[in-house]
């Protein structure tokens, strides 16, 4: 597989506050990254730098090019870019037009706009919400909608922050699905920042960080194995790896378990 | 503080959000409410919101515009996302500012700041630290203190855990118990986490398609699989792990806590 993403080195601070030292990292195409750690890790400053909304002084490869903060026309249209606060900044007043601003920018005509508005909210299978006011939505419809923005104009690389909590757990199960399926049929690459671990079943990569640091990456599975490293990096575990963990301390069992049927039959045979 | 709630409904737009709900609070306890419509729940329970039909009754009295700044200081409400609820630079100017705004009177107004800093956790040196600069964790302890400063008998929070990571989490359900046991505060927290409902409630109000189909003991609802299938409610983990025990013919009993399952399993095994 060939690499997509490519830091060396990255050094960034705020003000005088060091947020990054020496952080390097490759995030291969068409994978599904997460990226986990608590409140103020360096998360979302990190998926900021890669894609581009702060300078990274030509740290940053995209697809074998640096990634310039004063040329971010440059890689617009590479990374579809779903953030939190993106919630509370919607630029029009209904749905429909949400969708249709950014693709009338792209100087498509009606009929392709129409179309291609109609097939993401199909997507979603939600085309009741197209026309419904902004005022009017829930938090989750409000999430999806910013979500439905980054994917519109097709991108290379989609990147989400925080964006599955607050959901209801059908948005949520529903947008994990979407993802999943747009990462295998459409070699989308998804890199997702979260605090929660039980969000991050269906990734295939995830990189640890705290304070700044990647403390621990690999595949998903066998990082939610190390609970220390986890939860010294303020993360909790989902309920079965916590479950599993702790009945392997009084030495009940011997590996984790992510299935609850799978742990009690072997507990009781 | 007794809050009834009488045949209460909203509707907005001509359409039904809330019918038919009653339910009177259970003093000094924490309630959990759950399902759709829930934050507008919390606000007509605030006296926020006016239902367009019913009543609710504060100690047996109906609200007047007489009474309603009177009871409002009794009930804090803290908003799901800080960022709608702080509106001031520093600590200290956004406690100022509640308090004229709520003409509280009180001599010490220095005191009580300090105080409920110090029920959350924090210190003096707090009330000059300006908000911007504050961890989420650090603000949601702020939003607990601001609604601690009139002294309120009813502490309402809106999903409260959403923006938190684990670290965080812990230390606001350490805060929420403390309330309840400690201060005698009445608290109602709204979530969709059915985990963290299960653990830290006492009483559970289940919400769907606008009526009140569950309030009754958490313990009870949530142990209950018909109820929980009836309005398409994940069963909590803890609960499922030990009907699934039950089905292999293994007595274990429900917890309410992993380390007591895990106790519990450990004699089974």
Redesign the interface.
């Known amino acids: 597989m060939k690499e997509i993403i490519k830091i060396d080195k990255l050094n960034f601070s705020y003000n005088k506050t060091k947020i990054f030292k020496d952080l390097s990292l490759k995030i291969e195409e068409a994978s599904f990254t997460a990226i986990v750690g608590s409140n103020a890790s360096g998360k979302t400053t990190l998926l900021k730098i890669i894609t581009g909304l702060l300078p990274s002084n030509n740290k940053v490869i995209v697809e074998y090019a640096y990634v310039n903060h004063k040329k971010i026309y440059q890689t617009t249209k590479t990374f579809g870019i779903c953030f939190d606060s993106m919630i509370d900044n919607f630029l029009t007043t209904d749905v429909y037009s949400e969708l249709t601003f950014p693709l009338e920018n792209l100087n498509l005509n009606e009929e392709q706009i129409e179309k291609r508005v109609l097939e993401i909210a199909r997507l979603f299978k939600n085309t009741k919400m197209l026309d419904k006011k902004i005022n009017d939505l829930t938090i989750s419809e409000k999430k999806e909608l910013v979500i439905m923005l980054g994917l519109l104009h097709n991108p290379k690389i989609l990147v989400l922050d925080n964006m599955l909590s607050m959901m209801t757990l059908k948005s949520k199960k529903k947008v994990i699905e979407i993802l999943r399926k747009l990462n295998k049929d459409q070699k989308l690459t998804i890199i997702m920042a979260t605090t929660n671990l039980s969000d991050i079943k269906d990734s295939d990569y995830t990189i640890v960080l705290n304070k700044g640091k990647i403390v621990m990456e690999g595949k998903t599975l066998s990082v939610l194995n190390e609970d220390e490293i986890l939860n010294k990096a303020g993360l909790e575990l989902p309920f079965m790896e916590n479950l599993s963990k702790k009945l392997q301390f009084y030495e009940v069992t011997d590996k984790i378990y992510q299935n609850m049927e799978d742990l009690v039959s072997e507990l009781w045979k | 503080m007794e809050i009834e709630l009488k045949n209460v409904g909203y509707k907005y737009k001509n359409k039904k959000i809330l019918e038919k709900i009653n339910l009177t609070l259970e003093k000094e306890k924490i309630t959990g409410i759950t399902g759709n419509a829930k934050t507008l729940l919390l606000e007509i329970i605030d006296c926020l919101k006016k239902p367009t039909i019913g009543e609710i009754l504060i100690d047996k009295k109906s609200i007047s515009k007489e009474n309603i700044q009177e009871i409002r200081k009794k009930i804090a409400f803290i908003k799901?996302l800080s960022?709608d609820q702080f509106f001031n630079d520093t600590i200290k100017e956004e406690m100022l500012f509640i308090t004229n705004y709520i003409n509280y009177t009180s001599k010490n107004i220095d005191k009580k700041m300090y105080e409920s800093l110090k029920i959350v956790g924090l210190n003096d040196s707090y009330l000059d630290k300006k908000i911007s600069h504050l961890?989420?964790?650090e603000k949601k302890l702020v939003q607990i203190a601001i609604g601690l400063i009139s002294n309120p008998k009813v502490i309402i929070l809106d999903?409260p855990f959403?923006?938190?990571?684990?670290?965080?989490?812990k230390i606001v359900i350490k805060l929420i118990k403390q309330l309840k046991h400690k201060y005698k505060k009445t608290i109602i927290i709204s979530s969709?986490d059915i985990?963290l409902l299960y653990e830290l409630t006492d009483n559970i109000i289940i919400l769907k398609n606008g009526r009140l189909k569950v309030y009754m003991e958490t313990a009870k609802a949530l142990q209950d699989v018909e109820i929980l299938e009836k309005l398409n409610i994940?069963i909590p983990?803890?609960v499922?792990?030990t009907l699934?025990?039950r089905?292999?013919k293994?007595r274990l009993l429900h917890h309410r806590d992993?380390?007591d399952?895990?106790k519990d399993?450990?004699k089974?095994?």
């Open positions: 799901q960022t961890s989420s964790g999903e959403e923006e938190l990571d684990y670290d965080n989490k969709n985990n994940e983990d803890l499922n792990f699934k025990a089905l292999k293994i992993i380390l399952l895990i399993i450990y089974h095994v």
